[in-house]
């Protein structure tokens, strides 16, 4: 089975930058959040009862990349990830009562089901920055994104928390608050990482 890289954070972090920087160095087999191809994601963002539909469309989505980048024999690079969508996004959502608990079961359900018969990722970038930084990433993309710059401080604590049940040896966290979007220096980090256990 082929080794998976997710790269993790809050919307706004630069996550897809980096997984397409990543990608014109190395010859990875990539799979990203796909804003504008999902059904449910511009009606989520206009009428909040489309909100369980567009989480569980987005898990089903995640669980079926990883199954599709498990089979390639490259290593594999996932822009968020099913982890991501599970424990930071609808956490979110179900705080903010986009989702009511009825519905959060649902989704809870789906994703311990699926991270049992799928294994955890091999190795989980997380990428820290300011809400400042965050908020002038948002403000210039043409994305559907329905959290904002606001919920960054809380979708890290739902992070946090999740991140103290990952081993430390499959966990790299880099500060790219002082990055440019072409990331160099995370860049180095990462490829050295990922030759050093890979």
Known sequence: MTK???????????????????AQIENFATAYEQHTERPFQQLAKQDPKYIFANQMDYLILRAEQEKELRASPKIGLMDGGLDLDFHGFTRLFLSRN????????????????????LPVPELIVRLKTDEETVAGRLSRRKRINIANADDTAQFNSYLD????????????????????LQYSNSMNIILDTIRQKF
């Open 4 to 22: 998976l890289i997710t790269i993790i954070g809050p919307s706004g972090v630069g996550k897809t930058s980096l997984v397409h920087a990543l």
């Open 98 to 117: 986009l989702l009511n608990q009825n519905e959060f079961d649902l989704c809870r359900r789906f994703y311990l089901l699926t991270r049992e018969l």
């Open 161 to 180: 928390e999740w991140l103290t049940s990952i081993p430390s040896q499959q966990l790299l966290e880099l500060d790219v608050s002082t990055e440019s």
